[in-house]
């Protein structure tokens, strides 16, 4: 609990504190495009954690076998302990997403959108509950990746370092070998970069502009 609330409202409570200037123009919607990456990157992480702890906790524990015993099946077992934890999750992760909308409404300023980059307005509603659904898409499939790798090799750390591997380095090296083949389109988290919320980039800004 610690560790997932740390990840995301701690870090959310600094960037609130070090608030950009919307008439310097780092503050509005420009803050929060910069800074959404980073509660959204340690939101996934948090869930990741938390995946790995519950999807081994009962056999850590050492009572998994005592409950099997019982005559409930492996899956309610297993399926028994997700509400908490995506609970846990997802309020966290909103804890921090909250914590970094209003750092972008303290921080607004007047400065427009340009071709290349945001304006200092605040963000749009329409933006902000896309973002937040996004965010929450993101950490669900971090916890239940994790809680399902962890069910299966029986070690919170073992499954932790799998999922980090391959979030940090094999994705990009695969990346780097077939950007725009059939495996860019299979792996995970670049799946979930290209079904990121219009609003959140500046090619959308771009776009929208010219239009």
Same mark, same amino acid.
């Given at each position: ?16 504190? &070090?608030?950009?200037?919307?008439? @310097? ?6 803050a929060f495009a910069d800074l959404f990456g980073v509660i959204t990157m340690l939101s996934l992480v948090s869930g990741i954690l938390v995946g790995a702890t519950i999807g081994t906790a009962d056999v850590t524990s050492g009572v998994f076998r005592d409950l099997v015993v019982t005559g409930r099946s492996r899956l309610d077992l297993y399926a028994a ?20 909308? @209003?750092?972008?409404? &303290? ?5 427009? $959108? ?7 307005? $605040?963000?749009?509603?329409? &933006?902000?509950?896309? @973002? ?32 980090? @591997? ?19 389109? &299979? ?25």
């Amino acid at each position: 609990v610690l560790a997932a609330l740390g990840l995301t409202v701690v870090p959310a409570l600094i960037m609130l504190v &070090v608030t950009g200037d919307g008439d @310097a123009g780092t503050g509005g919607m420009r803050a929060f495009a910069d800074l959404f990456g980073v509660i959204t990157m340690l939101s996934l992480v948090s869930g990741i954690l938390v995946g790995a702890t519950i999807g081994t906790a009962d056999v850590t524990s050492g009572v998994f076998r005592d409950l099997v015993v019982t005559g409930r099946s492996r899956l309610d077992l297993y399926a028994a302990r997700v509400p908490a934890g995506l609970l846990l999750v997802l309020v966290a992760a909103a804890a921090g997403f909250a914590i970094l909308v @209003a750092m972008a409404f &303290v921080s607004a300023g007047s400065l427009p $959108a340009t071709f290349d980059r945001f304006g200092t307005v $605040a963000p749009e509603t329409s &933006v902000l509950v896309k @973002a937040g659904l996004w965010l929450a898409l993101t950490t669900s499939v971090g916890f239940a990746l994790a809680f399902g790798v962890a069910s299966v090799v029986g070690s919170p750390g073992g499954s932790i370092a799998i999922l980090v @591997a391959l979030w940090l380095v094999v994705t990009p090296l695969l990346q780097s070998f077939d950007e725009d083949g059939w495996l860019f389109d &299979v792996l995970l988290f670049s799946g979930l970069d290209r079904v990121m919320p219009a609003g959140l980039s500046t090619g959308e800004v771009e776009e929208r502009i010219s239009l």
